[in-house]
C-alpha cells in the first residue's frame, strides 16, 4: 500500500526551494475565466505578476500562486471563497487521475474510513510540498492537518480563514477515497494571527 502511494510524486523540483505545485494557479485560472472571461483572467495574471502561465510539468514559484490568489480575494472578496473551493476540488481530481495509481484507490475505498484515512494522511504528508511550498505541514492524526507560514496566505490579515482552496482538496480526496461524508473544515488561519498556523479539521458525518 504505501509502495504504491509513493509514485504520487509531481516533479524531482520538490526540494529545491520556495515551490508550489502548478495547480494552485492552473485550477483557479477556470474559476477566473468563469466569471470574467479570457480578459479577467490575463488582467489578474498581470496584477500578480504572473507573466508565464505554468505548464503543469513542473513546480513553479510559490510567490505566483499566492499572489495569484491574494488578488482573486482582494478584486472577488464575495467570490473568491467558492472560487478557490472549485479550484481545490479541480486539484483533487487531478491528483487522482494522475499522481494517486488506481490499484491504491481500489484498496483505499474497500478498507475501512478510519484504516483508509490514516494510510491517505501519510500519503498526503510525504507530498505536502505539492501544496504547502514552504510551509510547515504535520499531521495531527488522520484527520487533522497542520500548515504553519502558509504562504498562500503569507503577509495577510482576516477575522475569518482564508484557506478555501487547501480544505477543498482535502475534503474531495477524503470523499472520494476514505467515505463520501467527510467534510473539511479550516478551524484556523495565518492570517487571523501572526501567531496562529493553517488548521484543518476532517470530520466524518454519519449517516
Not at 10 to 16: F, G, I, K, L, V
Not at 133 to 148: L, M, Q, T, Y
Not at 173 to 189: A, G, I, K
Amino acid at each position: 500500500m504505501e509502495a504504491a502511494l509513493s509514485k504520487w510524486r509531481t516533479s524531482e523540483d520538490a526540494h529545491r526551494g520556495a515551490l508550489i505545485g502548478p495547480n494552485a494557479i492552473l485550477q483557479l485560472l477556470p474559476q477566473i475565466e468563469r466569471i470574467g472571461g479570457e480578459a479577467r483572467v490575463a488582467q489578474m495574471l498581470a496584477e500578480a505578476g504572473v507573466f508565464e502561465v505554468p505548464d503543469g510539468l513542473h513546480m513553479i514559484p510559490e510567490g505566483d500562486a499566492a499572489r495569484l490568489h491574494q488578488v482573486l480575494r482582494r478584486d472577488e472578496p464575495v467570490l473568491a471563497p467558492e472560487l478557490a473551493a472549485e479550484a481545490g476540488r479541480g486539484t483533487a481530481e487531478y491528483i487522482l487521475a494522475h499522481r494517486i495509481p488506481r490499484p491504491a484507490q481500489w484498496l483505499l475505498k474497500a478498507l475501512p474510513a478510519p484504516l483508509a484515512a490514516r494510510s491517505l494522511a501519510r500519503a498526503i504528508s510525504k507530498h505536502a510540498w505539492t501544496f504547502a511550498g514552504s510551509g510547515r505541514f504535520v499531521a495531527r492524526g488522520p484527520w487533522r492537518f497542520e500548515i504553519a507560514d502558509n504562504p498562500i496566505v503569507h503577509g495577510e490579515h482576516s477575522e475569518s480563514p482564508l484557506c478555501q482552496w487547501h480544505a477543498a482538496v482535502f475534503e474531495h480526496l477524503y470523499r472520494v477515497l476514505v467515505h463520501p461524508n467527510v467534510t473539511c473544515r479550516e478551524v484556523s488561519c495565518c492570517a487571523m494571527s501572526p501567531n496562529s498556523s493553517c488548521q484543518f479539521e476532517l470530520t466524518l458525518a454519519r449517516s
